[in-house]
């Protein structure tokens, strides 16, 4: 679902609406009542001054709960050559997702350049392709008066949503307004689940980078009414747990504590509400990427450094001092180079994932029953979701570069031209030969051929330099009529983008 330009603010409530039916269940932070209280920076006319505050390179002021110290700056060099490579993928997407899929996720693992974060999520997460094939949806939702019950919830959320970020920190001003509006073109879009309040941060992250798409193919069913994917997912979690770090699986299982209780917030939010910012980012890059992997990966990492020790054990004897420890973690184990690594080399695939998963949903229906909320399958990553919905391909209606006649010799042939009809004449041999015999081409058929010989030829035509010069215009000619005599053939840029 993509957030248009348009201007529409929130739209009040009417007075006495009724707020039954929703789901706020899910714990707000220690600091819930310092943010809604400080983030009245809120007026529009404060917001005028705003380019006083010195706000760091993420967008937050300085100085707040948001911003973060020293980091760990890339090289400028660097920096642009990353950006050089990733103009490049993005430019021939198709391309390497195709035949360079892991190269993609490495350079995902090393982190998005900032100027580009925006257009490779949008293009990782299928939310390209979305918006191709939906045009307008988004207006349309735009456009609904929404379900009355869903909106002033979703208002009363709004400023609670990063409000020290630069595009949040005016109550009711444009960040605010198009948050309302991406949150309630969702319940319009998912009636069925409606509104939650993880989905606000989610939005605002997206919307801080590009018109925000939800992608529920990541996270099916995480926000039904009564949240049973998220259940599902602690259980894989927790059984997970026992192969990462037996030591942090036993003290838990002795405290009785219900994963519910410490991820939750991890998983429904993607660590958005959890983890500094620059580590946020970085998490973002490989889960859209890798998929939800990602997020299992990042929950054990924290379990298992903040548990995982005989002597962090120790000092966690009850079920208080536990949960304090998991909600107030150690800002070494989410320091952005030290967590990433982290994730990077432990060893949780998706295979493992879905097997646990059959393992706890069997589990489930012989202690519970069926699952009410019917998710779609959960699709582990770009590489999935582009297989299972290709975008539509552009036309295939190139404009030619050069137009030879049928009887002239190819750009740097030293080959002599022969007559039309003795050229014909060895066309229609050598098709015979071949068992392609076919109407003889029209007299005024033309060949044609990109400019210098430089296009990338189609699949099915073997390329120029593997004949002998002297033989290409003949050894051509059938592909060209098999194809269903085509005038046209594809510029360099064209057939690569298409056939690649």
Known sequence: MAKSNGENGPRAPAAGESLSGTRESLAQGPDAATTDELSSLGSDSEANGFAERRIDKFGFIVGSQGAEGALEEVPLEVLRQRESKWLDMLNNWDKWMAKKHKKIRLRCQKGIPPSLRGRAWQYLSGGKVKLQQNPGKFDELDMSPGDPKWLDVIERDLHRQFPFHEMFVSRGGHGQQDLFRVLKAYTLYRPEEGYCQAQAPIAAVLLMHMPAEICEKYLPGYYSEKLEAIQLDGEILFSLLQKVSPVAHKHLSRQKIDPLLYMTEWFMCAFSRTLPWSSVL???????????????????????????????????????????????????????????????????????????????????????????????????????????????????????????????????????????????????????????????????????????????????????????????????????????????????????????
């Open 282 to 500: 970085r998490v973002w890059d490989m889960f859209f990427c890798e998929g939800v992997k990602i997020i299992f990966r990042v929950g054990l990492v924290l379990l298992k450094h903040a548990l995982g020790s005989p002597e962090k054990v120790k000092a966690c004897q009850g079920q208080y001092e536990t949960i304090e420890r998991l909600r107030s973690l150690s800002p070494k184990i989410m320091q952005e180079a030290f967590l990433v690594q982290e994730v990077v080399e432990l060893p949780v695939t998706e295979r493992q994932i879905e097997r646990e998963h059959l393992i706890q949903l069997r589990r489930w229906q012989e202690t519970r029953g069926e699952l009410q909320c019917r998710s779609p399958p959960r699709l582990h990553g770009a590489k999935a979701i582009l297989d299972a919905e290709p975008g539509p391909r552009p036309a295939l209606q190139p404009s030619p570069s050069i137009r030879l006649p049928l009887d002239a010799p190819l750009p740097g042939s030293k080959a002599k031209p022969k007559p039309p009809k003795q050229a014909q004449k060895e066309q229609r041999k050598q098709m015979k030969g071949r068992g392609q015999l076919e109407k003889p081409p029209a007299p005024n058929q033309a060949m044609v051929v990109a400019a210098a010989g430089d296009a990338c030829p189609p699949q099915h035509v073997p390329p120029k330099d593997s004949a002998p010069k002297d033989s290409a215009p003949q050894d051509l000619a059938p592909q060209v009529s098999a194809h269903h005599r085509s005038q046209e053939s594809l510029t360099s840029q064209e057939s690569e983008d298409t056939y690649l």
